[in-house]
Each structure stands twice: as structure tokens, then as C-alpha cells.
């Protein structure tokens, strides 16, 4: 391992955000000559990837929506003449006694996960922010857990929870606390799955709150320093409302990525016992997949209402993130 | 002053021994014996170490590998040939339309996949092409090519435009410009683009486990998946395959680290 990378690192350091938005705008100014031939070779170069979100994203949303207004069962979907239902599935998906359940999973998996992963990433930035012996060879470490397949996090994760032979109960149980049932209890299976995921997060907001604070020039926290503010209001008063443009960037991504977690809560939980870790997007799984009897309708119901939900995040994302670059 | 630093130092060690507690404890248990995986409390150190788990890596999920390698070089390739012209033409020939371009990208990197696997599921069946490899590195790929457009698009706009105009008086047409002068130079982007393509086919799970369940070729995300389904209490065969399908992830972080930390932030505040 390069021990610290240095030599490649600073070819291309992570960029802060203000530089891209000065750079992507430079670009307009530009004239270009020639510009009708231009033109058709601008297009002749985005047409494969047009014609790829159109068959790749667009078809099969189309299709979703599709799904979804129709009340398909398994013979149906083969033969493809499914009779057309309106909102009968959305409603019945609102009627449903999950639908509370997973809405109320869904909205607390994202915020406790969000708090906790900006949180404890920030901290870490800001230690990370001292130039230490070894400094960049643990904060690449740090991304370990973030580069892992899902998968295999989550199966670790498992098995460090498991009620008799996990790590963690035997590790509680030197502190004279008593066993937890973690991915059986109904109480506990929503923690345990926030704890994974939290831990998966971490590296992601340590590296953008760090570039972040690599873009806050050297100067202003030496003046602050100079005028006699100590660490603590040196943080509250000058590092983080810098940092306010970065942090709404990566709040919303990280609601719009949270929002999509799937794989470690299937593993861990499959949603359950009962409903208890069931959130939107395993709900969608289970009605489409996750028995022998599927009900693609419904299914396609509750990823739309996932997407309806993701899409209103990413217009806050969108007008949040023009705005910075306007300023 | 010096001391203080191998203090803070210290403090980092140990920060990262505590989040990376998780990643020891696979390795720990991949090499535990199973007469002692249920034991309380379970050993700390694998003191007496044993390596069926990995001999059942090797004798049943070698093929699992084998496909999530072929899969994972075909999501790359296909990414590439599709992203790096994109971005190419949005960051420099700037198409009527492009902007609208990189705004439905930035929007479909938001849709969650359970959505899209539903809605391959339907089209796949259709097509007939489920439980194929085509099928799966076409739905890999979606994860990853609105990704490397705004990556390229990023990249490229930073080439400055004397390079290209030089190459156009000496008689380079569009096309030629773009694969001897602007390629070359993006060798950093293409990189970065092609370890992410990688990394996220190799961990997918969800377009597995929906478009590829039952095929003849699946990946290992469905070798591990099919250990733990089958109730198998045979932790460390589980941990061991786990140690495995993490070496891309480690491979990465040792020789693309700079790459790695560039993406993350790149794909955080696409441009």
C-alpha cells in the first residue's frame, strides 16, 4: 500500500465544489466556429447515450407506471392484457395496514441514518483536518467499509448481531448489559439495520466534509486564531457556516441514497419480524419478488410513491445546488 | 509539540481499529472452526485457525467469481463506449440540448434500483434474455453511466481548448480529435469511471437477485446469498467467500486510492 499516496494525491486532490461550479461555467463564454457542422457531430456524439436512457430508464419507467395502473396477475403479465385499473392499486397500497409501518420505517431509517453518518463524518473531518504522522494512510482506510459490496457488509454485520453467538452481545455482556435480540426482536431490527448502515455511510461524509474543508483557505482559520478563539468556537463560529453549501449537498444526497437502501435491510431482516424493518423499498421487493405469488401491480404502486418521494428530494438537490453556483 | 502529534496519532489509530472492527471480524470468523463458532464469548483471535472456509470458497464459488469478473468487465466496457463520448461532446462541442441532457442524468441516478429491476423484470421477460449475462451487465450499467457522462463531462471541460483547436488546424476532424487528443489526455477520468463501473457491478445484488436468479452464470453476490438462504451454519465458508468478494475492494483502495476519494467527491458535486 502507498502508505500515504502523497505523490498522487496531490496530482488530483478531491475537488472542492466551488472550483467545479466556477470551471462548468467558464465553458459557456466559449464561441465556437463552424457551428452548424459542430452541431451535428455534438448530437452524433450524445446519441448512443440518449437512445440508452431512453431504453434503459425512460421504457422501464414507462413501464412501472404502466404496471401500476393496471391490475396484472401472473397470467396476465405473460400474456401482457392486463385490465385497466386507475388508482384501484394505489389505493389499496394506502389502505394497506403496512403502509403506515413502512412510511413511518422508511422516514426514520433516512433520518437517523443521515444525522448520525453527517455527524460522526464531520467529527472525523475535522480531526482528520490536522496534518498528523500517518493521517492520510487511516483516512484511506476509512473508506473500506464504504467500498465493501453491500452484501458482504451486511452479512457481517449478521452474524456480529446475532442474538447467541454475535460479537456484539458477547461484548455487552462484559459490560454487565443484558443480551439484546437484535434482528429478532421487533424492538431492536430497525437499530440494528441503522447501525449497518451508518457504518457504510461514514466514509462518504468524511470525505466530503473533508474536501470541503480543504477548500476553507488556511488564512482565515489563522487570523481566528490570532484573535484569540478557541478550537471549539473556532468551529461553530468559522468552520461550519463555511461548510453550510458543502453540508446541504451532501444531506440531500444522502436522503436521495438512503432512500434507495435495499440490500443490507433484506439481508439483515427481509423488513421483518412482522413488519418492524419493512420500509417502501423492501415493501416494493416483497409485493414483486419476494413470494411465490407476485403482485407486480402493487409492487410497481409502492416504487412509484418511492419515486414520487426521491424526485421531490432531488428538485430541492437541483435548485439547492444552481443556487450555490449562482453565488 | 511532537509528542502531541503521536498523540493525535494515536487517537486516529485508534478510531480507525474501531471502524474497521467489522472488516477484522469477517477475517476473524472466516478462519474460525465451526466447532467454535458458537461459542460464548467467541475467540478474539483466531489462535488456531482453520481454513475449510476457504477450501469451499475454492471448490464451489470459483464459477460465481468467474461470471461477476465477466460481468464486471462488460458493465466497464460498456460504460466507457457510452459515457466517455458524452461527456466529451457536453463538456466541449456543447449539443443543443445538453444541458436538459445532464439534468435528466443527475435525476436517473436518483431513481431507486428496486424500481428499475421491476421494470427490467417486465422488458427481460419479454425480450427473454432473464437469467443471462447480457442482461444483468445491461442493468449493471445503469447504476454507472450517468455517473461517468458527468465524471467525463466534469474531465474533459478542464482540456484546454488550445489542444483541440491545434488538432483541428493540423486536419483532425471531430472524431479523430476525440480519439487521439482528447482520450489520451482523460486517461485519469477513464480510470476513475472504469473502478466505479467495476466496484458497483461486482456488489450489485438487487439486479442479481431479480434479473439473474436461476441463471446458468451468477455472480457471487448470488454464491453468498445462496450460503446464507440455505440456512447454512457454516459461518466461516460464508466469511470466507465475504474475505473474497471484498479483494476488488481492497485491490482498489491499495493501487486507485487517489482515484477512489476523487469519485466519491466527483460523483458528489457533479459539474
Known amino acids: 500500500m502507498t502508505t500515504d499516496g502523497s505523490g498522487a494525491r496531490s496530482a488530483e486532490r478531491p475537488r472542492p465544489w466551488a472550483a467545479h461550479a466556477a470551471r462548468g461555467r467558464g465553458q459557456h463564454a466559449r464561441r465556437r466556429p463552424s457551428r452548424h457542422r459542430g452541431q451535428w457531430a455534438a448530437w452524433g456524439f450524445i446519441v448512443p447515450v440518449v437512445a440508452y436512457l431512453a431504453a434503459f430508464y425512460a421504457y422501464p419507467l414507462y413501464r412501472n407506471i404502466d404496471l401500476s395502473v393496471r391490475s396484472y396477475t401472473v397470467a396476465s403479465f405473460v400474456s401482457g392484457d392486463a385490465p385497466f385499473a386507475g388508482f384501484a392499486n394505489y389505493a389499496s397500497v394506502f389502505r394497506s395496514a403496512t403502509f403506515a409501518p413502512a412510511l413511518i420505517n422508511t422516514t426514520l431509517f433516512v433520518f437517523v441514518s443521515i444525522a448520525f453518518q453527517f455527524a460522526i463524518g464531520l467529527a472525523l473531518a475535522v480531526f482528520f483536518q490536522r496534518k498528523f504522522p500517518l493521517s492520510s494512510f487511516l483516512r484511506a482506510l476509512f473508506l473500506i467499509p464504504w467500498l465493501l459490496p453491500l452484501l458482504v457488509s451486511a452479512s457481517t454485520w449478521s452474524w456480529m448481531l446475532n442474538s447467541d453467538s454475535g460479537v456484539v452481545n458477547a461484548l455487552l455482556h462484559a459490560f454487565g448489559v443484558a443480551h439484546v435480540n437484535w434482528l429478532t426482536s421487533p424492538n431492536w431490527s430497525l437499530a440494528s439495520v441503522l447501525i449497518a448502515n451508518i457504518w457504510i455511510g461514514i466514509p462518504f461524509n468524511l470525505v466530503i466534509m473533508y474536501s470541503g474543508l480543504q477548500s476553507i483557505p488556511a488564512d482565515v482559520f489563522e487570523a481566528a486564531a490570532i484573535d484569540g478563539a478557541s478550537g471549539w468556537q473556532r468551529f461553530w463560529r468559522i468552520t461550519f457556516p463555511l461548510l453550510r453549501p458543502v453540508s446541504a449537498i451532501t444531506l440531500l444526497l444522502g436522503f436521495i441514497y438512503t432512500l434507495k437502501v435495499f440490500d443490507i435491510i433484506w439481508i439483515m431482516t427481509r423488513g421483518g419480524p412482522a413488519t418492524s424493518s419493512t420500509t417502501l423499498a423492501i415493501w416494493a421487493y416483497q409485493f414483486g419478488f419476494g413470494s411465490l405469488l407476485p403482485d407486480f401491480s402493487s409492487a410497481a404502486a409502492v416504487g412509484n410513491v418511492l419515486i414520487v418521494i426521491a424526485l421531490l428530494f432531488a428538485l430541492v438537490y437541483i435548485r439547492v445546488r444552481s443556487r450555490l453556483e449562482e453565488s | ?271
Open chain 2, 1 to 271: 509539540m511532537n509528542r502531541r502529534r503521536w498523540w493525535v496519532t494515536g487517537t486516529g489509530v485508534l478510531l480507525t481499529a474501531a471502524m474497521l472492527f467489522p472488516v477484522y471480524w469477517m477475517i476473524n470468523v472466516s478462519l474460525t472452526k465451526a466447532s467454535d463458532m458458537r461459542k460464548s464469548p467467541p475467540n478474539l483471535i483466531p489462535l488456531d485457525p482453520t481454513f475449510d472456509g476457504y477450501s469451499a470458497v475454492i471448490h464451489q464459488q470459483l464459477p460465481y467469481l468467474g461470471t461477476s469478473l465477466l460481468v464486471g468487465a462488460g458493465t466497464v466496457a460498456l460504460t466507457l463506449l457510452l459515457a466517455a463520448p458524452a461527456g466529451f461532446s457536453l463538456a466541449k462541442l456543447r449539443p443543443p440540448g445538453g444541458g436538459l441532457l445532464s439534468l435528466l442524468l443527475l435525476i436517473a441516478q436518483m431513481i431507486p434500483s428496486i424500481v428499475m429491476a421491476m421494470g427490467f423484470y417486465t422488458i427481460y421477460i419479454k425480450l427473454g434474455i432473464l437469467s443471462t449475462v447480457w442482461g444483468l451487465i445491461l442493468a449493471d450499467s445503469t447504476i454507472a453511466v450517468p455517473f461517468g457522462v458527468l465524471i467525463f463531462t466534469a474531465f474533459m471541460s478542464r482540456i484546454p481548448g488550445e489542444l483541440l483547436q491545434a488538432a483541428r488546424i493540423d486536419g483532425a476532424g471531430t472524431v479523430r480529435t476525440f480519439l487521439s487528443v482528447v482520450l489520451p489526455v482523460s486517461r485519469n477520468a477513464i480510470v476513475t469511471v472504469s473502478l466505479f463501473a467495476f466496484l458497483w457491478s461486482w456488489s450489485d445484488f438487487l439486479f442479481a437477485n431479480t434479473l439473474d436468479n436461476g441463471g446458468s452464470l451468477e455472480p457471487i453476490t448470488l454464491g453468498i446469498y445462496a450460503y446464507i438462504g440455505n440456512n447454512n451454519q457454516q459461518w466461516n465458508a460464508i466469511m470466507a467467500t465475504a474475505v473474497v468478494a471484498s479483494i476488488p475492494a481492497a485491490v482498489l483502495l491499495v493501487l486507485a486510492q487517489r482515484y477512489v476519494a476523487a469519485g466519491v467527491t466527483a460523483g458528489a458535486v457533479k459539474d
